[in-house]
C-alpha cells in the first residue's frame, strides 16, 4: 500500500544545508516531516496533496532566533514607543503628545542611552513635562528603566535600598532617587505598581508578536525567559490554537532561586514549546554601566559581578550541568565571559553544549578560549546599530577605542571554528530573521550609507545562514532532528525570494517572506504563493 504527502513543495531552488545532498528542487513533507525530495518527492503526490508553487523562491531550514524574548517583549515593553528619539527633545516632544493607556499611568519603551549624550539618564524630562504622573519607561536594553517622582512615590521608594544581585535604585549626592533603575531587582520595586495587563490581553498579544515573527521567517526561537506564569500562558494559548513558532525556553536562575525546582522544570512543555535550559545572569550591559570587565568604563564603573559572590554562580553552574541541564550564561563583558569558561573548565557536560549570551567585546585570546572550551558563542549582531563607527555612541564611549574596536567579533569566532549562533534579543532589536541576517553581514542598518561598525567581523552569506539553522541546531541538542532539509528531519521551512546566501545583505532584509512552515503546519503564507 502506497502512502501520498500531505504537502508538496515545488517551483523553488532547496538550500539543504545537508553535506550529502545540498541541493533540491522539491520536498515532500507527511506528519510534521520531511519525507522525500526531488523525483521521490513528485512522486508522493496523491489526491489530496497540497502542492504549494514557491514561484522561483529559495527554500531553506526554518530560520531560528538564537536569542528572544516573545513574552516579555509583548507584555512588559508596552505603551509609548520611545525607540525614534534622538535627543531630549525628542523626547519631551513624544511625552506632551502621550495618552494615559494603564489607569493614570503612562508606560514606555525602547528609550536609548545616547539620547542623554553621554550624562546619566535621569527622570528630570519626564517630570518637566507630565508633572504628577506615574511614568514608567524601560530603556532599549532592558536593564534599565526611568521612573518619574510620581512613579517614585507610588513604589514607596526615597532612596536606596539593597539586593541579594547587583542592582540599583540610583541615587544624588544627597540620597534622593535619580528615577534610574539599574537591573531587574530595582526595576521589579516600581514595575510591581503599574497596573497590569489583563490575562487575555497578554495572550493576544504574545499570539500577535509569535505570528509576526512567522511572517519574516521564523520557524523557532530560543526564549531567554520562563516564569511560571510565561509557561501557564502558553499551556493557555496551545488549548485556543496552535503555536506559530516553535519556543524553547530557559528560565531565569536567580541568586538565591530554587535550583532543584528550575530542574524539575526542565522537559515541560506542549506541542510548540518545552523547557530546555536555564537561563543565568553574569552581568548587565555596557551603557548601564553594569556589564562585567577585567578593565573599568570611563565612569569607573563595570567592575562587579551581577552574582554578588561570583563563587556561587560558579556553583550552580557546575550543578546543572552535573545533572545534564544546559546553562545560557548572559555575559557581555570580558571578565563575566572569562568567569564563564573558568566555570566550566573541567566540568563533565554530559554531551551539552553550554551557551554563552551577548560576548560583546572580546580580545583574540578570549574568542580563542570560549572556543576551546566547546562553548555556544550565542550573539546578536543587529545591537551594534545602537553604536557608531566613529565611537561618539554612548556604548563605544563608556568602553574605549580599544575594548570598542573588538564589538560583536562574530567572525572571529567563525574563523576560530566555534559554534555561532545569531538571534535578535527582542525587543532590544528588531525580531525580523531577515535583518538579522543581513545585520550580521552588512554590520549596519539595511538601506542606509552609514560607516559599518567592525566591517572585519561581517559573516559571509552562508555563515550567517548556518547561524540560524545548523549551528542552532547543534546547539540546542536537535542537530539529528533540525537544522537541514532531509529526509526524516523536522518539516521546519522557510522559502525567501532571494538566495540568502548569495544576495547582497539589503536584498536580504527586504525579501519576501514567501512561506513559513513549522512542523509542515503553514504558519505564514505570501499572498502570490498558491
Known sequence: MTWSADTLLVGASVRTLDAR???????????????ALDEDALAMRGAATEVIDLGGATLVPGLVDGHSHPILGATAFDGLDLSGCGSLDDLRAALAGASLE???????????????DGQPPTNAVLDEVLPGVPVFIRMYDGHSALASSAALERAGVSGPRSFGQRSAIVCDDHGRPTGLLLEHAAIEVVESVVPPLLPEQRRARVLEALQAMAATGLTGANVMDGSSDSLDLLADLENATDLPVRLRLAPWCMPGDDVPELVDRQGRGGRGWYVGAVKLYLDGTVEGGTAWLHEPDCHGGGTEAFWLDPVEY???VQHLAAVGVQTCTHAIGDAAVRHVVDTLDGVETHGVRHRVEHLETMPIGLVRDVVGAGLVASMQPSHAAFTRADHTDEWSRRLGE???????????????????????DWPIAHYDARQVLGFARARRPSGTDMPAVGPEQALTGLMALEGMTTHAAVADGR????????VGYRADLTALAVDPVDAPADEVVDATVNLTMMGGAVTHRDGDVR
Do not use: M, Y
Not at 514606555?108 to 542623554?116: I, S
Open 21 to 35: 545532498r545540498p541541493r533540491a528542487s522539491a520536498v515532500a513533507v507527511a506528519q510534521g516531516v520531511v519525507v
Open 402 to 424: 580599544q575594548r570598542a574596536n573588538r564589538a560583536w567579533a562574530c567572525r572571529d569566532v567563525r574563523d576560530a571554528g566555534g559554534l555561532l549562533v545569531i538571534g535578535s
Open 314 to 316: 560558579t556553583k550552580t
Open 479 to 486: 542537530a539529528d532532528s533540525s537544522g537541514h532539509i532531509a
Open 102 to 116: 494603564r489607569g493614570e499611568w503612562l508606560c514606555g519603551f525602547g528609550l536609548d542611552h545616547n539620547v542623554f
